[in-house]
């Protein structure tokens, strides 16, 4: 089953976030603590999110296992402290597209809209630290709330991609 929109070029601003970094397996069930955690983090500073929560994709590794951070955007760059990080997502050209349906199914939608650049002759912007692939700005955002979402059936998630600079060449 296809549970990804057609994906389509935009344009996003550099963001301030916060968020929590985590070592995951191929389904993301740590997610809606992690952002209630953060959430919790930002409520005890008086602050309130500029934004839905997101999870930021560091590294995809081929094991299964993936370094994440489960972050919520901030109207200013937060300080740090020994669990929380601070930072900011990039701004820059993303490839993007939603995914409707299970949040297990998402990393069907995640492939899918990598392969979809690779048709288009677009290259994610990532690097390496040895022969570890590092990607730059892979983010979902949930549009459907993960914390308080009781059924797994019909969530809603935004995926970006940040693109090379010079795409457009």
């Known amino acids: 089953m296809r549970y990804m929109k057609e994906p389509t070029i935009i ?28 959430l919790a983090w930002l409520r005890a ?5 500029a934004g839905q929560p997101f999870i930021r994709f560091w590294c995809l590794d081929d ?6 951070e489960v972050g919520i955007p901030t109207k200013k760059l937060m300080p740090e402290d020994h669990r929380v990080v601070s930072g900011y997502l990039p ?3 993303f490839a993007h597209t ?20 690779g048709r288009e002759g677009l290259s994610p912007a990532l690097r ?5 692939k590092i990607w730059d700005g892979h983010i979902a955002f949930f549009v459907t709330d993960p914390i308080h979402k009781n059924t797994q ?17």
Do not use: M
């Open 45 to 49: 500073r008086n602050e309130s999110p």
């Open 11 to 38: 344009e996003r601003c550099e963001q301030p976030y916060v968020g929590i970094a985590a070592k995951v397996s191929e389904h993301i069930e740590t997610a809606p603590e992690l952002a209630a955690e953060v």
């Open 128 to 132: 390496y630290e040895g022969e570890t």
């Open 63 to 68: 094991d299964g296992r993936r370094l994440i």
């Open 153 to 169: 059936d019909a969530w809603v998630i935004e995926l970006f991609i940040l693109l090379l600079a010079d795409h457009a060449a």
């Open 91 to 93: 701004g820059g050209d």
């Open 98 to 117: 939603t995914h409707n349906g299970p949040p297990d199914c998402c990393w069907s939608s995640v492939e899918e809209l990598t392969d979809w650049l």
